[in-house]
């Protein structure tokens, strides 16, 4: 019998049971898979703390992003055949040795590229893409700042930003921290912990401050992200791992500097699927070209996945974690 991480209610770690799960027969417009490497996102944690509310209620399979093989088609699929190695970002569903998905929301894997790199990357890369060339089009000459530098988008984005030719400036809580995110792009990196990451921006920049903030942390780099921005600035919240950014007057963007803001999801940049195409193939194009290194610094079995959840919420992970079935 197949195996799964299922959640029956909101919790902590704890409430991710490892239970057998039938993953029942692809229907029309579907394939069976089964997994060989499951990533793991901050996102996962948000719907177990009931953060977001789970898609589909109780119980939920956790996890949006892995990678494998295919095992069955369903009617209507003529691009995919068993055997073929594939990858994915979605909302739920992958922490389980098979599942049945729609086929029209995976890409088939490249030669040159592991089952490992691509689970560990789908979610995290194409985010990365989205956030660069979508969102604001980082280009030559462009100053960005990324808050938690050295997590796992943090590590692409640094490297491909870099290889667009922009300035990345980043933040991360350790020294350990920071020399990871300067081996992967990053040219400047403040301890936020010892140093005032605003002043640190405007110093850096010699007040010039950024194109562009990328914010995935929240409540605790929020407004001052605000004022790491130049005049007509771009404030990208993205994420909110240390809570959600409380209500603001709109007013404030205008007092800041006529600000842009923006609150972004991969799942609305990737809801065609031309776009998602498009999205996998830029991420495939910068890592087989040696743009972007994709490494993983932790690996869990599946049945472990609580532990690996606590890791990534007590900051004990750095940049991309995965889930061995």
């Known amino acids: 019998m197949s195996k799964a991480i299922r959640i029956h209610a909101h919790g902590g770690p704890e409430v991710l049971t ?5 993953p029942g027969q692809p229907g029309t417009g579907q394939i069976l898979i089964r997994h060989t490497a499951i990533g793991l ?21 956790p996890g949006g992003e892995a990678a494998g093989v295919v095992l069955a088609v369903g009617a209507g699929v003529d691009w995919l055949k068993p055997g073929d ?7 739920v569903g992958a922490y389980s040795e098979e599942r049945v998905i729609a086929a029209d929301r ?8 592991s089952d490992e790199q691509a689970a560990a990357m789908m979610m995290k890369g194409m985010t990365a893409e989205y956030l660069l060339r979508r969102t604001y089009k980082v280009k030559a000459g462009d100053t960005i700042l990324y808050h938690a530098a050295a997590g796992g988008v943090g590590l692409i984005l640094g490297q491909w930003a870099k290889h667009l030719g922009a300035t990345v400036i980043g933040t991360a809580s350790s020294a ?6 300067k081996a992967h792009g990053f040219d400047h990196v403040i301890n936020y912990k010892e140093q005032d990451f605003v002043a640190g921006v ?3 920049t010699a007040g010039r401050k950024c194109d562009v903030v990328y914010d995935s942390v929240g409540n605790d780099t929020f407004p001052a992200s605000l004022d790491c921005l130049r ?10 791992s240390s809570g959600p950014i409380p209500p603001f007057s709109i007013s404030l963007l205008a007092q800041k500097g006529s600000l842009y803001a923006t609150r972004p999801t991969i799942f609305v940049y990737n809801a065609k699927r031309e776009d998602l195409v498009a999205s996998a193939q830029a991420l495939f194009d910068v890592v ?28 004990k992970t750095t940049g991309t974690t995965i889930l061995i079935p």
Do not use: C, M, W
């Open 231 to 240: 005049p007509l600035g771009t404030f990208v919240s993205f994420g909110q």
């Open 288 to 315: 087989l070209g040696g743009a972007v290194e994709i490494k993983i610094n932790q690996r869990y079995a599946l049945k472990d996945a609580a532990q690996a959840q606590s890791d990534l919420e007590g900051r």
């Open 176 to 181: 350990d921290k920071i020399e990871l995110a």
């Open 41 to 61: 996102n901050f996102i996962d944690v948000y719907h177990r703390s009931g953060l977001y509310p789970p898609p589909g209620g109780f119980p939920l399979v």
């Open 85 to 91: 190695r594939i990858a994915y970002a979605v909302n």
């Open 202 to 204: 405007a110093a850096i």
């Open 18 to 22: 490892y239970e057998d799960a039938d």
């Open 106 to 113: 995976v890409v088939k894997v490249p030669d040159g590229i």
